[in-house]
């Protein structure tokens, strides 16, 4: 065993998370302080100190102090230690707005006696370096210079100028929220096509507060595809919690056809899907299609 997995099996749980949360923050955001420790696990700054300084001391080239930040910057030689900083085990502590995930007893039975499984479906992350620079420059406003496999037919070695602002998980892959320098306009980029990015030192122009599809709601209305017979009918619309035979979702309007295309909703005019497959219609589909044309048939 190396030593520096004995030195991380001799610490107390409790305080591994928070050095796990320590090479977290720094990597993905770019800094940590003492007031991001105390804050994110309810201790008193002495504390958060003292676990700054015990990191320091086992990881003594992996952070520098930097005065502008008050805080900590990943120096070039950084290393994770105690967490696993992959996007397939950060991602969902940014959905869950967790300071850490797992425990001690992760590696035995399920805590609750109750077994979960996941469907097995294609991994579509990217490198953490790539996701590194991208949380940085959403996190920093910055712009943020990529090398994108587009499927536009676009040539995959030209590099693109974005001002990321937000994070989104479809359920099946993540997006980036930017707006394209080249197009003028706010869209969405698959994380898993980005295969290089750079954090620029130039401060983001068109932030979350300019993309008025992402700031707009609309109420989306669905119902129960008229193939369906009237058991299965008043099945969905239970499940759904469905008032008055429609299920309304308010969703960001640059959300709308992830929601269709998760839902597996029939969005032809006619609704000419299979309904068994395709169980649920558009009732708003005039005020609804503007924002979401690439998910109607």
Known sequence: MASSEKSVSKVKWSTRQRLQYIEIKAW?????????????????????????????QAAPNNLIYKHSVYGFVPSDSFREIYADLSPAAVL???????????????TQDAVYGISVDTLPLPTRLPDKFVLAQLVRAVKNNKKLLMTYKSLSGRDDSEQRTIEPHSLINTGLRWHVRAYSQDT???????????????????????????????????????????????????NLLYDYGAENDVIELNVRRSLVGYVLQKLSVDTTADHSLNPN???????NRDEIEPFAGWAFL
């Not at 955001?29 to 320091?56: C, E, H, M, P, Q």
């Not at 698959?190 to 750079?198: K, Y």
């Not at 620029?200 to 709601?217: C, I, K, T």
């Open 277 to 283: 497959k395709y169980q649920m219609i558009v009732l």
């Open 28 to 56: 993905y955001t770019g800094t940590v302080s003492r007031s991001d420790v105390a804050k994110a696990f309810a201790i008193s700054d002495a504390a958060a100190t003292k676990d700054l300084n015990f990191y320091n």
């Open 184 to 234: 003028f306009d706010f869209r969405d980029y698959v994380l898993s096509r980005i295969t290089q990015a750079e954090m620029l030192d130039e401060e983001a122009e068109s932030g979350v507060a300019y993309d008025d599809d992402w700031v707009e709601h609309v109420v989306l209305q669905l119902a129960p595809h008229p193939g369906l017979d009237e058991k299965k009918r008043l």
């Open 92 to 106: 969902p502590l940014f959905t869950e707005n967790l300071a850490v995930i797992g425990g001690p007893s992760a």
